[in-house]
């Protein structure tokens, strides 16, 4: 079965400085994945997802993930946190067993200090 | 012209009452889902319709019943309102039922359901 771990529940930056959210997933397929921002209160916005064509995924408000295979992650980082990036972030992996759910890890909480 | 809404924004009702929540996408997707994200931000797969066939059915009470009329509507009505009840529940649809490489799902606005 996939699965998604995302290995901080809550991370604490100052603005100005890098963002590492961690995921890792497990995944029978080639897998799909996708990171997902739900800012308080709000519905969910895809960030970026992970088509296959390249290992480095640029999405929007200046997020990129790298996808290693070897490694079976799929981290989000940002050269420089911004005070509006104060959100929850989900991982998703395609999952089901013919691949037709999204799977969503537990989430991480970013928190952007002044 | 909101992609994908939900109604109510909000829903507060007493445990054992009957309660439906609606959703409606104009992106001409041909699947809908609903999800349920509890107190811990957790977010689970309820159901999925596919041009208005069930294609997924997770280990939710039957007390939940979706209801797609059409392929751009898929209502959610819960019988029998418990304390367990309360979350967030959120609406997406997808251009077909294989969240693939390119096919993102897109999310409304979410529905804040309190069983008092």
């Known amino acids: 079965a996939q699965s998604v771990t995302q290995l901080d529940s809550h991370v604490s930056v100052s603005e100005g400085t890098p963002v590492l959210l961690r995921c890792n997933y497990s995944?029978?397929?080639?897998?799909?994945l996708f990171w997902y921002v739900q800012h308080p209160n709000k519905g969910l916005q895809l960030l970026l997802k992970?088509?296959?064509?390249?290992?480095l995924v640029k999405g929007i408000n200046g997020f990129e993930a790298e996808f290693k295979k070897s490694e079976t992650s799929f981290h989000l980082t940002k050269p420089s946190a911004h005070m509006s990036d104060a959100a929850e972030y989900f991982c998703?992996?395609?999952?089901?067993?013919?691949?037709?759910?999204?799977?969503f890890g537990p989430g991480t909480r970013l928190s952007v200090l002044p | 012209d909101t992609a994908v809404s939900q109604t109510p924004k909000y829903l507060v009702t007493q445990m054992g009452n009957d309660k439906s929540i609606k959703c409606e996408q104009n992106?001409?997707?041909?699947?809908m889902y609903w999800y349920k994200q509890d107190s811990k931000k957790f977010l689970k797969i309820m159901f999925s319709?596919?041009?208005?066939?069930?294609?997924i059915n997770e280990t939710v009470p039957n007390r939940f019943s979706p209801k797609s009329p059409d392929k751009a509507h898929l209502n959610l009505h819960i019988n029998s309102l418990e304390l367990g009840d309360s979350a967030v529940y959120f609406c997406a649809s997808s251009q077909d039922r294989w969240p693939g490489l390119h096919n993102e799902q897109f999310f409304g606005p979410g529905t804040r359901l309190t069983v008092l």
């Open positions: 319709y596919n041009n208005k066939e069930l294609i």
């Open positions: 992970y088509t296959s064509a390249a290992t």
């Open positions: 995944s029978s397929y080639s897998p799909s």
């Open positions: 998703v992996v395609r999952g089901g067993n013919y691949g037709q759910n999204f799977v």
């Open positions: 992106l001409g997707h041909d699947t």
